[in-house]
């Protein structure tokens, strides 16, 4: 019989334009979980915590492409960049460069998306727009071989206001216009739109999202 974890997964992909890739969030929920929705066909998740993910990554099918999905310290990454498929949610200079010198390391290149503060929420993290195009004005991030900028990576604000929701990701969709053409117009890499979780999705993938996050409407709630 098909699981819950099966069958919600289903719902959700029959709801994606094709070419929308899904990252299943299971922050906070059991590996058993992850297994049924492994066993489900899913192979990317998304975790926002240094250790959880560790200890997920150490017992869970090596074919999983695990994406960084939190705020990631500085002192943190060593510990998943011999693993990390991507990570998301880069908004410093420092950060990028950091994930840059432990890439080397570990003789890889790490995917990571450029993080921007959109919503109206103070409490998240991210980068402001013209925090953003000066870093990349600014041009250090060009040295950094061990990095692949692949796109760009936003929550919406948590509020019922559709508009504003999709005013958000608009926003997100021209940015990403603007410094694709600026500054990766010849990188074909660079083309990630991360946007979208559970309550917005449906929103988002109107919106030119490439990558939406999906976690309770395929687990449930979180139990913090
Ligand atoms: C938790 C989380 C999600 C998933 O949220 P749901 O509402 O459970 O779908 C997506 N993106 C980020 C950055 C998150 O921290």
């Not at 289903?10 to 969030?25: K, M």
Request: aromatic letters at 8%.
């Amino acid at each position: 019989m098909e699981t819950d974890v099966a069958r919600n997964l289903r719902e959700v992909r029959s709801a994606l334009p094709e070419g929308v890739r899904l990252v299943a969030i299971s922050k906070f929920h059991p590996s058993e979980c992850i297994m049924e929705a492994y066993d489900a066909g899913q192979r990317v998740f998304g975790e926002s915590r240094e250790q959880e993910l560790a200890v997920k990554a150490k017992s869970l099918p090596k074919d999983i492409e695990w994406h960084f999905i939190g705020h990631l310290q500085t002192n943190k990454v060593k510990h998943i960049a011999p693993y990390i498929a991507m990570i998301e949610a880069v908004d410093s200079l420092k950060l990028l460069k950091e994930i840059n010198r432990q890439a080397e390391a570990n003789n890889r290149v790490i995917k990571v998306l450029l993080e921007l503060h959109i919503a109206e929420e103070d409490t998240k993290y991210g980068l402001s727009l013209d925090d953003c195009r000066k870093m990349l004005e600014e041009g250090e991030w060009r040295a950094l071989d061990h990095v692949c900028i692949c796109g760009i990576m936003m929550m919406a604000s948590n509020v019922d206001d559709e508009g504003q929701i999709r005013s958000e990701f608009s926003l997100a969709a021209s940015f990403f216009d603007e410094v694709k053409q600026k500054y990766f117009a010849d990188d074909d890499r660079f083309c990630e739109r991360s946007w979208g979780m559970s309550h917005d999705y449906h929103v988002a993938v109107q919106c030119r999202s490439t990558m939406v996050r999906v976690g309770t409407a395929i687990f449930g709630e979180r139990e913090y």
